[in-house]
């Protein structure tokens, strides 16, 4: 299950459409019955979240929190996906793609760091832009890296 919210009122996105296609890709990846919460919020709040989490007093576009429920409660919730829509729209007419493919490739990417993919090391770099492509191929939109 996708929930959203919108914190900013950003009224830019069909938040059903983008719901139900990043739920057709948790399908897609067997984490049908998993729970993610999609934030969409503004360049000061995930500054302050990068500055407070990640230590880079910068905005960024995406942002994830892996749930940290005990093991001993049973509920699928992958964690949280934040995303600055500013910064989002920004990349997107920078290099050239709609927003829409953008917001929802950085929802993916962010999905799949909560799964223990990440892009530190070459190597783990090249397998997770190699599945986000598979998926967003799936969906219909071009690979991002070319």
């Known amino acids: 299950m996708i929930v959203i919210q919108n914190s900013i009122d950003a009224n830019s996105i069909n ?4 719901s139900n296609t990043l739920q057709s890709v948790l399908d897609g990846l067997n984490l049908s019955d998993s729970e993610l ?7 000061p709040e995930i500054q302050h979240l990068n500055k407070t989490y990640r230590h880079q007093d910068k905005a960024t576009n995406v942002l994830s929190f892996p749930s940290d429920l005990p093991i001993e409660i049973e509920e699928a919730i992958l964690g949280d996906v934040v995303i600055c829509i500013e910064v989002v729209a920004e990349e997107a007419q920078a290099q050239g793609k709609t927003f829409e493919n953008h917001l929802l490739h950085m929802a993916i990417h962010g999905t ?27 969906i219909q939109i071009s690979n991002p890296y070319q």
């Open 15 to 18: 938040e059903a459409k983008f």
């Open 37 to 43: 919460l999609v934030r969409f919020v503004d360049k």
């Open 112 to 138: 799949l760091h909560l799964m223990g993919y990440d892009h530190i090391e070459e190597s783990d770099a090249e397998k997770m832009e190699s599945l986000e492509v598979k998926i967003l191929e799936k």
